[in-house]
């Protein structure tokens, strides 16, 4: 391996032009720069420069080399100048990865705790699965986790889950769908076109057992891994769809639909996973105590 202290003499006599100027500026002696250049050729099997006249020329080994040498120590100035900055610079990066069933209003409000706080956090936000989630999560390249259960059990991954909170659930139509009363829920679903999460959301389980109880049968019109997708989908008028309760109200105002009833029978949960059994860093304790002020704990 290259010793970088004889490939920047060697660097310094090519910029300053002679051995005596390098030495000058280092402030040691021509012969230990001109020893180190001559260990440096020896071990490069090549001379980086050849005497003309009483000047150094490069030769073409040189020329390469130099090329190097140049983006070597200009990368190690920008290394120390981010350090530099990166020493004075208070703000915190956190990286989350939410679970694609997880709804983007609870996202949003479940995270915006820890932009909050008086030391500034910049978030870096993934969106996948629980499960490629979780492989980020053991290698360390993500914080925390907002999902909408624990660590599935089939996984042998190592975190802990962090209860958050739960709300019940209401279903949300555009006016136009609307033909019966509020009175009349759940019945008015019956034959209704209705919009529904994935199997990739825990949720869709719970949602077509409830509607077997009670003897309900929609026409279901599609399934949506991405529910801001499905509420769009909603808002256009294509059926009836599902929202977690906590954000029922903003998400008929922000898309101009109605809630036509609720249930408290279908639970929507919310856990932050980490690799922590006690979280101690701030932005994620903003996270989790701010969860409890809008929803219900066991």
């Known amino acids: 391996m290259i010793n970088f202290k004889h490939l920047h003499y060697f660097w310094m006599v090519a910029k300053q032009g002679s051995i005596t100027k390098a030495s000058e500026h280092l402030h040691i002696t021509p012969q230990t720069i001109s ?84 030391d500034p956090v910049r978030l870096v936000c993934k969106e996948n699965s629980l499960e490629d989630l979780l492989g980020e999560l053991a290698l360390h390249k993500l914080d925390l986790i907002i999902a909408d259960g624990p660590i599935p059990a089939h996984l042998s991954v190592r975190g802990f889950n962090h209860f958050l909170g739960e709300c019940g659930t209401s279903f949300m139509a555009a006016p136009k769908l609307i033909e019966q009363g509020e009175a009349d829920f ?37 399934e949506f891994d991405d529910r801001a997708l499905m509420k769009t989908f909603g808002q256009a008028g294509a059926g009836v769809f599902i929202v977690p309760s906590a954000i029922a109200s903003e998400v008929a105002k922000q898309f101009q639909v109605e809630i036509i009833g609720s249930s408290e029978e279908i639970r929507e949960q919310f856990f932050a996973i980490a690799t922590e059994q006690r979280l101690s860093n701030p932005a994620l304790v903003a996270i989790t105590d701010a969860a409890k002020g809008w929803l219900k704990r066991k």
Request: proline share 5%.
């Open 186 to 222: 759940p019945k008015s679903l019956i034959g209704a076109p209705f919009l529904i999460p994935s199997d990739q959301s825990l949720i869709q389980i719970q949602l077509l057992q409830w509607l077997e109880k009670h003897h309900i049968h929609p026409k279901i019109m599609g």
């Open 35 to 118: 020893g180190q250049i001559s260990l440096l050729e020896e071990q490069l099997g090549k001379d980086l420069f050849s005497k003309v006249g009483r000047n150094l020329a490069l030769t073409s080994t040189g020329h390469m080399v130099l090329s190097y040498a140049d983006e070597i120590f200009s990368l190690g100035s920008e290394l120390e100048q981010s350090v530099r900055i990166a020493s004075t610079d208070r703000t915190q990066l956190l990286r989350v990865g939410i679970a694609d069933s997880i709804p983007k209003s609870i996202a949003y409000r479940l995270l915006a705790p820890a932009m909050a706080l008086e």
